[in-house]
């Protein structure tokens, strides 16, 4: 995902609404708030007015710039009252719309709009096992024993993981969520037990009740054919480019051989990815995969995370190579996690030139 590229267009967006607020012009930021987002949240963005909406003006929001809001107002949190709002996916706003929104929250909480640096992404090593046991003993209470919420946040919502950054979890249990229920445990816990319940609710990714959590590995570059004796999918494509989430998941259960392309960056598939997908972020060369790939008609789906920028690019790329099976999954990888289709969770090795997820080790234990 291009984080910079999004950040920058969140200052364009808010400056804009800006110079129309100074011309005397309808905010749309502001109204949209209020259209959608006051009746939970209440007119002054401090939340708790119904179902538990969380406050909207506290710093931990947006340790890593706007894109967190951004993100939860796109693809909502399925099985809770937080729907998606963006009209891809059912909701009534557009992206650009979603984009101003959440730089006018930044702005009116009196933050910048600003790019997060590059200690945002790193992901946070801990202990499943101690952080499980901590989160049954300090945080049941608030986010429920399967991490479903009720006073706090749902911590177990599969979406909201699969969007979220280790950062943004540690600087929640770390600060708090000043003006809410939720308050700091520096100082109640140390710092390697607050990266162990990071590591635990990283665990959950692809559902609380996992017995047996694996952390899945890039496949070898020989066997990055999903279902490799399955039958080709039979996709419709939108636009004679787009495959819709509920067939890429319909061919997927058939057992239909195709190649999964993940073009976000590496922390993103780590944290959450659709199984059997390889990734190949969008800024690499992609030589050693193209390398690979069959000459043979195989279906090629690649998809980034929201919702296709990248990917666009990748299939762009491989017509002009003459890959002509090839298709975008037009919800992105947050609209097939928010429509409620599996995930898995993974790890990276850095002798494929890319990274391991420093707390895998751990994680697996």
Known sequence: MRLALSVSLFVLLVAASTVRAEADVVRTPAENYKEYCALCHGDDRKGYMNDHAPSLVTETLFVNGPITPFMAISYGRPGTPMGPYLDEIGGPMSTAEIRELAGWLALSAGFEVSAPNRDHLKPVEGDIEQGKRIYAENCVECHGAKGEGGEGTALGNATMLAVTPDSFLKAAIERGREGTPMESFAGVLSDDEINSVVAFLRSRA???????????????????????????????????????????????????????????????????????????????????????????????????????????????????????????????????????????????????????HPSAEKRTN
């Open 206 to 356: 692809s559902g609380w009740d996992v017995e047996d959590m694996r952390f899945e590995e890039p496949p070898d570059l020989d066997n990055i054919v999903v279902n490799p004796d399955g039958d080709p999918p039979e996709f419709d494509l939108v636009d004679n480019r787009y495959v819709m989430a509920e067939d890429l998941n319909a061919a997927l259960e058939d057992g239909r051989r195709m190649i999964l392309i993940d073009t976000r960056v590496p922390y993103f598939w780590a944290m959450a990815h659709i199984e059997g997908s390889f990734p190949v972020p969008y800024y690499s060369s992609g030589r050693e995969i193209i390398a690979a790939l069959p000459d043979d008609g195989t279906w090629i789906v690649a998809y980034c995370e929201c919702p296709r920028a990248a990917a666009d690019s990748a299939v762009t790329r491989l017509r002009e190579l003459g890959y002509h099976n090839t298709a975008v999954l037009y919800e992105g990888y947050a609209g097939w996690s928010a429509l409620g289709y599996p995930v898995s969770v993974g790890r990276i090795d850095p002798k494929k030139g890319l990274f391991l």
